[in-house]
């Protein structure tokens, strides 16, 4: 039994362990308190254990999608694609038409994903993370 909900304090630490399994340069964990408010703060929770996180950024023009990791024991159980889905929802309830994120240049694995998901590359930003480019992908809701 599964449920994503909105994330709270008390995940704070699991969405951390999940961060720090899942990328070479991890938000700290105050940067996930400070965005507790944020209704796009969304955790994927299974048998009371925090599995995936994501934070959708609600801007201007566009949806953004800042983050999003599933726990590594975890992958490739459609984790990533429901709360995914369910960051495309919430945008759509917000009246956005179009979802942005940016993904490494080098992460290859990580484009198919959103590639899986109707995304398409639109621009590369040159020395966007501290160790890579950028891919900036889009796609309409
Ligand atoms: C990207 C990520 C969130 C995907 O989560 P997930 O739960 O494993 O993904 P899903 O099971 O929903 O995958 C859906 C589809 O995306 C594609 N996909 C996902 N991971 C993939 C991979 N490593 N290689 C190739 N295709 C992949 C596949 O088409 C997959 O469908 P399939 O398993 O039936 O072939 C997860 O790999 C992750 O946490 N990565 C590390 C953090 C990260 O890089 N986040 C994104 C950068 S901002």
Same mark, same amino acid.
């Given at each position: 039994m599964h449920l994503i909900r909105k994330a709270q304090e008390e995940d704070i630490s699991g969405i951390v362990t999940i961060e720090e399994l899942s990328f070479p340069v991890p938000w700290p964990d105050f940067l996930f308190r400070a965005d507790l408010n944020n209704p796009?703060?969304?955790?994927?929770?299974?048998?009371?254990? /925090?599995?995936?996180?994501? /934070?959708?950024? /609600?801007?201007?023009?566009?949806?953004?999608?800042?983050?999003?990791?599933?726990?590594?024991?975890? &992958? &490739?159980?459609? /984790?990533?694609?429901?709360?995914? !889905?369910?960051?495309?929802?919430?945008?759509?309830?917000?009246?956005?038409?179009?979802?942005?994120?940016?993904? &490494?240049?080098?992460?290859? !694995?990580?484009?198919?994903?959103? &590639?899986?998901?109707?995304?398409?590359?639109k621009e590369i930003i040159a020395g966007y993370y501290l160790d890579d480019n950028a891919v900036r992908m889009q796609r309409k809701i």
């Open positions: 796009g703060f969304i955790v994927y929770e299974e048998q009371k254990k /925090i599995l995936g996180y994501a /934070i959708l950024g /609600i801007f201007m023009d566009n949806a953004h999608l800042l983050s999003i990791a599933v726990h590594p024991a975890h &992958r &490739r159980h459609k /984790i990533g694609s429901l709360l995914l !889905e369910k960051c495309m929802h919430l945008a759509l309830h917000y009246g956005y038409e179009t979802m942005t994120l940016e993904v &490494r240049e080098k992460n290859l !694995e990580e484009q198919k994903f959103y &590639r899986a998901h109707g995304f398409k590359e």
